[in-house]
Nanobody, 130 residues
Framework: QVQLVESGGGLVQAGGSLRLSCAAS????????MGWFRQAPGRERVFVAA????????LYADSVKGRFTISTDYAKNTVYLQMNSLRPEDTAVYYC???????????????????????WGQGTQVTVSS
């Protein structure tokens, strides 16, 4: 059974940095793309970043491009989201997500639609103060 556990959230001042981690288990994650999403209070869950199974493609939402970096350590089955130059509008619960079993070695650009992901972590709160 696939399980995802996020950590690393917290309270930080604007301009600061945080690194989120997503520890994954239950499958060989190097065969799958992975994504990060976030959800602010009263708003829908939106795409933040994704990385292809072979690491050749990374995608970012326009709002985080140049500030956030997604990376993976397959030896540890862990996905990271390095967040720099944080802004108050980055405040949200952050979720990592994994695709369905059928998307092994997904050849195309990783999806940004949250409905394309079947497995979700419990989320980690990031709060950026001004």
């Amino acid at each position: 059974q696939v399980q995802l556990v996020e950590s690393g959230g917290g309270l930080v001042q604007a301009g600061g940095s945080l690194r989120l981690s997503c520890a994954a288990s239950g499958r060989t994650f190097s065969r799958y793309y992975m994504g990060w999403f976030r959800q602010a209070p009263g708003r829908e869950r939106v795409f933040v970043a994704a990385k292809s199974y072979n690491g050749g493609t990374t995608l970012y939402a326009d709002s985080v491009k140049g500030r956030f970096t997604i990376s993976t350590d397959y030896a540890k089955n862990t996905v990271y989201l390095q967040m720099n130059s944080l802004r108050p509008e980055d405040t949200a619960v952050y979720y990592c997500a994994a695709p369905p079993d059928s998307d092994t070695y997904f050849y195309y650009t990783p999806p940004t639609d949250n409905q394309r992901y079947d497995y979700w972590g419990q989320g980690t709160q990031v709060t950026v103060s001004s």
